[in-house]
Each structure stands twice: as C-alpha cells, then as structure tokens.
C-alpha cells in the first residue's frame, strides 16, 4: 500500500478502505509518513470529509494507537464527561463530585487550555500540590477509592491524536468535525469510560459557532459512540457569552466551589444541573428528569456534593484547605471597569472575554506560555442585568500591572439595551 494512493483517493473524494486508514494512523504514529504527506491527507479530509462509517474506523484506529485503560476489576460503570471547550468553563470541577457524591464512578482526563479557551487541568492545578499526573495505577487506585480522579492525558493515551492535533493546529486543519469527533471519541474511548456526556459549546467563544455545525458533530459523536458499544449524550450549550461570572483559573475554582454550596450563578448552574441529570438517567441511576434533580437537590444541600470535592482535591494532592482560606486569591492588580451607560446588558463575545484573560495572563497564546492563577475576570454584572451609567461591570484581575486598552475591547463586546433579551443555557439535548 502506499500513501500517495491514499491521498489522491481523498482528494478524489472516494470512500476509504478499513485498511487504508489504520495503515495512515499505523504508519503515521510510528514515523513511516512523514508530516508533509499527513498535511496534505488531512487537508483533503478537511475539504471532502469522511463519511460516518470512515469516522468511526478512523476514531477506533486512533484509540487502539496506545493503551486502553481497563476499569474491569470495579464492575462498575465508569462514567466521564467532556467539553469543546469555551470561557468560564469550569463545569467538571463541579459536576464530577456532585456525580460522585451520589455514587457515581468518574474517571476523567482533562486538557489544558489554549487561546482564548480555558482547560480544567490548569484550572485544578492552580491549587496547591494537586497532581494531574498521576500513573495508571494510582489514577485506578484514587477512582476505586473516592470514586473521582480527573488527570491529564498519559502520553501512553492515544499517541495518535497527540501526533495528529500538534499537526492539525498548523496546518488549518482543526476545523474538521469529522477530525474533530475522531480526536475527542478516541480519548473518551481509550479512558475505558463507557457512559459519556459530550458538552458542545456553541457561540462565537467555541470551535463550533453555530447550531447546525454543533448538532452536526454531536450527530456524528453518538454515531460513533454507540458504533463502539458507549451509552452517549449529547448537550449543545450557549457559549455567545462567558459561563457563570468568573474567568480564569483560581477564580474559577472559587466559582466552582460556590456553585457545590448552591450559591453558583444562575446560568451556570442550570447548565451543572443539566449535565447532572443527563449523566443520572444516561447512567440508569435515576429513572427521570425530576428524580434526578432531587437527587441532585439533596447532594448540594447536604453538604456531601461539597465534601465530596475536599476529599477528591486533597486525593490528589490539592490542598484543598487553601481554598477556603480568603488570601488563597488575591491578585496583585485590579482594574475595575465602570459603566458609560444605563440599561440591560448584553454580552456579544464570548471569545473577546477570553482573550482578554488570556491577555492578563489567564491562559496561553502559545503552549509553552506559564500561567499566572491569579489573573482572570469577574462579571460584576452579567448579560440581561440592569446597570446604570457609573456602575462596577467588570473586575480584571493579574499578578502584572493591567494595560488600560483592555477596558475598551470589553466595551467593544457588550451593549446596552431597553429591554431583555432571550438566553438559553442548553440549546438542545440529544441522545
Ligand atoms: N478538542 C479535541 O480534543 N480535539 C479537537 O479536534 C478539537 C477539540
């Protein structure tokens, strides 16, 4: 077989052989095919797609790349969730141990983020000592034992989408969905999860920016999914704007905990609430929406969903104690933006908050960049909120002294309006 039959097959828009793509994925994670040739590959995968058939056996290629994790020994039904990413997205750090307080097993790898998205890995290493790299074994020791352990991708995972993606973001190929559901599929499949929630974020601060593209890879996801024996669901969630009020990586964390004790805000909990009660009827641990919400009600309320979550922190390794603590954030530099205007305030970009943040030093423009915890953004007010003229909108927080000029690409983002305007949380649940 060679590849430049491959390609020019692809070009030609011609359906794929099984054996056509392992030899791709084979030959290319071992260095046979060089990158020059995989560009061009996956930039005719870009123009002409891959039909769902293709897809999966791209994705099950990918998966068996590395190695599987096995989760056998619990007889137990492992359950993981995963975002496309957006800004203000902490909902792992709270749903997982809400999840997991009500008996659930989740078993999860993280990304961390880059650009204008944040990534729940650099969010829980803000806090102090918490390991994301944990070995197989101690990942299986901590899920078996507090029945939550969230770490970062083992470079044993998946080596193909590792290879793949690095080459994907320079060559303008990561706007595939088929590429992108082949990415995402493979690592929830090699996880060895087997009850999945995919969160699709859909607005101008995620991959997919509108509803069509969202529904198309959430679609293509559970075909995939359920190709390879997985209980799937699908949520596409609003990210038009940032999720709940906090951008960044400790404040986030803060956000997070917030929200286990009740006080989240309001969006951002209808989304945790959602997502839980997906992933309880999906898991057969509730038989129905409101079954599982006063299963969700009772954790949050008890105080076990919170407790849950020091146990887990400090499982691996997070001094979870600094948390509570109120000098745990607090940022060198505040920069406190003030209303010109009066009337209902209306975030238009999600992505220009989280390149702001990025900016004061929130997250990475490249992936060498550090982060400094500390920086991010707090919505004093949030979109369909009244404000009159000269009050607090917005605080920017960093450890480095805060350029004036971010002020205005916040104004350029938001309006002012005499009426409300329609939000919804979740744009659609699929199964
Ligand atoms: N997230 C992934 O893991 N892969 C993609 O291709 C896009 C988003």
Known sequence: MRFIDIINK???????LKEEIEFFVNNYVNGSIPDYQTSAFLMAIRINGLSDEETAILTNAMMLSGDVLDWNFLNKTIVDKHSTGGVGDKVSIALCPILASLGLTIAKMSGRGLG???????????IDGYNIMLSDEEFKNVVQKHGIAIVGQNTKLVPADKKIYALRDVTGTVQSIPLIASSIMSKKLATGSNCILLDVKCGDGAFMKNIEEAKKLGKLMIQIGKKLNRKIA??????????GKAIGNKIEVLEAAQTLKGNGPKDFTEIIYSSAKTLLILSDCAKDEAEAKQMIDKAIISGKAYEKFIEWISAQGGNAKLIEDKNWFKPKYKFEIFAKQNGYLKIKSAISFGLVAM???AGRSKKEDSIDYDAGIYLNKSSND???EGELLFTLYSSKPINNELEDELIKAIEFNDKKYNIK???EKMY
């Open 116 to 126: 204008h998205t944040g990534g729940t890995l650099d969010k829980l290493e803000s």
């Open 234 to 243: 699908v949520e596409i969630t609003n990210m038009e704007q940032p999720l």
């Open 386 to 388: 009244y404000v009159n």
């Open 359 to 361: 900016k004061l030093g």
């Open 425 to 427: 949380s979740v744009f």
């Open 10 to 16: 692809k070009v030609e828009n011609q359906k794929l």
